[in-house]
């Protein structure tokens, strides 16, 4: 059998591809995998580290395509992919999430007659809007196996004319790998200390407030950033705040000269973390503010209180079942939000169906039947 392609882009790819690469294998028969990795995200903060801090082996092939704007990200993607492919004659290939990397390498696989399994299928905030939302729809349109991580998503793909036996409830691969490091996370303060940042901040009985933003509906925008950066400072004079920028938000902060909104010693701001960090951060933190979809997940399973800073979501089992509540970006519905999670009244939620650790080891197994039977 030839290698399974597992394909991964972005910072949100990492986490999922990690138990999947383990999981093929420690299957019986192992199944052979190569790791390709697009390239799309390439900082040190935001791939390398990540990389190290889930045991991910370095890639088999980087296609090195770095940022550029969708159209042209997206073709550098197909361009670079389509050798590898003719190169390594593949028997499937494994793509994670939503991410341009996810779509691209999905676009020149079944067209040149190669199956793909999507992990994270069927996920649907309705929004066409995100550009996310354009590359779930239509790598589902024409991907092969369909992998989901919630029952809904079976629902969302045969409202899109997606056969049932198709699509495979498995779980979430998300979840494997948090459970499987968080007794590895690093902790809070020593995550502030290695940043030059005391502490104290977070050491207060109170608690503190994790945000995280990088949409581009939330960070684009001058007016709306300056907005919800002011929310952010207004949560922080409840209790301390630790921000952790992505790149997207930092870049636009500093161009808009937004940097005065933060600067209180109440804020912590911190450039793009490691998983172990992240994971330390989350754990510990009274609520999480946010507008991540991995974030909403990860704190359904830590039982940490998440307000999310959007008008939907694409993972509503969060909302049904765990601790997240969509505040969108309305200055009172996040200040409603915190005041209820600081009165005691926040959502700690139960671990949704099948996030248990194993979601991976589901896939191996059903790849491995569904290879064998083509
Ligand atoms: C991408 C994903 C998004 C995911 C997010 C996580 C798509 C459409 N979006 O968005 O779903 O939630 O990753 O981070 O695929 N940059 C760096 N270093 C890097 C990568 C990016 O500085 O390693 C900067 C660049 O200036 C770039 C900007 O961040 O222009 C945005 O990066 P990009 O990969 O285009 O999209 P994200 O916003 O990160």
Not at 75 to 86: G, Q
Not at 110 to 130: C, Q, T
Not at 185 to 214: C, N
């Amino acid at each position: 059998m030839g290698p399974v392609m597992c394909v991964v882009g972005a910072r949100p790819n990492f986490m999922k591809m990690a138990p999947i690469l383990r999981a093929l294998a420690a299957h019986r028969p192992a199944i052979p995998a190569l790791l390709v990795h697009t390239g799309q995200h390439y900082d040190k903060d935001m791939s390398d580290r990540l990389f190290d801090d889930l045991r991910l082996p370095r890639p088999d092939v980087n296609l090195e395509v770095g940022s550029a704007s969708h159209a042209v990200q997206t073709a550098e993607v197909m361009r670079r992919f389509e050798p590898t492919l003719d190169t390594h004659r593949p028997s499937c290939v494994l793509v994670v999430g939503d991410v341009n990397s996810t779509l691209a390498c999905t676009l020149v696989a079944v067209k040149k007659g190669v199956p793909v399994a999507h992990v994270e299928a069927g996920l649907r905030s309705y929004d066409r809007g995100m550009p996310e939302e354009i590359n779930r729809v239509l790598t589902d349109q024409v991907a092969d196996r369909l992998y989901t991580t919630e029952r809904s998503a079976a629902a969302n793909l045969q409202r899109e004319g997606v056969a049932d036996d198709r699509v495979c409830f498995v779980g979430n691969v998300m979840i494997d790998s948090l459970l499987d490091n968080r007794q590895r996370a690093t902790s809070p303060s020593e995550t502030l200390r290695r940043h030059g940042r005391e502490p104290a901040l977070i050491e207060d009985p109170g608690g503190y407030a994790v945000a995280t933003l990088h949409r581009p509906s939330n960070v684009d925008d001058p007016a709306v950033l300056a907005g919800l950066l002011g929310v952010l400072a207004e949560v922080a004079s409840r209790l301390p705040l630790v921000f952790v920028l992505h790149p997207r938000t930092r870049a636009n902060i500093e161009r808009h000269g937004l940097d005065r909104l933060l600067d209180s010693s109440r804020i912590a701001t911190l450039p793009p973390q490691g998983y172990l960090e992240m994971l330390g951060l989350m754990a510990k933190a009274q609520i999480v503010l946010t507008d991540s979809g991995g974030l909403q997940e990860e704190t359904t399973a830590l039982g940490v209180p998440c307000l999310t800073m959007r008008a939907n979501t694409e993972r509503p089992i969060t909302v049904e079942e765990g601790t997240n509540t969509i505040v969108g970006q309305s200055r009172e519905a996040i200040l409603d939000g915190v005041d209820e999670i600081l009165a005691g009244r926040g959502r700690r939620g139960r671990m949704p169906e099948l996030w248990d650790g194993h979601a991976a080891a589901r896939i191996a197994s059903d790849l491995w039947q569904w290879l064998q039977a083509r």
